[in-house]
């Protein structure tokens, strides 16, 4: 896969496809676990989040935030920063869930969500 020059490129590629996949290293196995899911935008930023239950990806990033970003035409090394500040998953999830015809209540997904903003490094 073809190297990125720029941050500015690589926010460029992720802000045209909402579909990505994504590799953590397994919390206890320590193996490479890949799954596809959404990325978000609120904010400004970019984040990975879910319908309100327990995930595994999650749960792999608060052991270890270093994950793979997998973009149509390139791999990013970028990192997780969990968001577990009420006032901040508020606003981010208030800008998210009332774009998603499918989505639970916001207070369901205050109160059971993981929520994940990619970082570049």
């Known amino acids: 896969m073809g190297a990125m020059t720029s941050t500015d490129e690589a926010r460029q590629a ?5 579909t990505v996949e ?25 984040w990975l989040t879910g319908s309100p239950g327990a995930r595994d990806w999650y749960a792999n990033m608060l052991a270890d935030p270093r994950f793979t970003l997998h973009l149509k035409n390139q791999d990013l090394a970028v990192r997780g920063r969990p968001v577990t500040d009420p006032d901040e998953r508020a606003r981010v999830f208030a ?27």
């Open 22 to 46: 994504i590799t953590t290293t397994g919390r206890r196995s320590g193996e490479p676990r890949r799954i596809e899911t959404w990325r978000y935008r609120a904010a400004g930023r970019y």
């Open 95 to 121: 800008e998210i869930v009332p774009t998603l015809d499918w989505a639970e209540s916001l207070e369901s997904w205050l109160a059971g969500s993981p929520l994940m903003e990619i970082l570049f490094d």
């Open 14 to 18: 992720l802000e045209t496809q909402q």
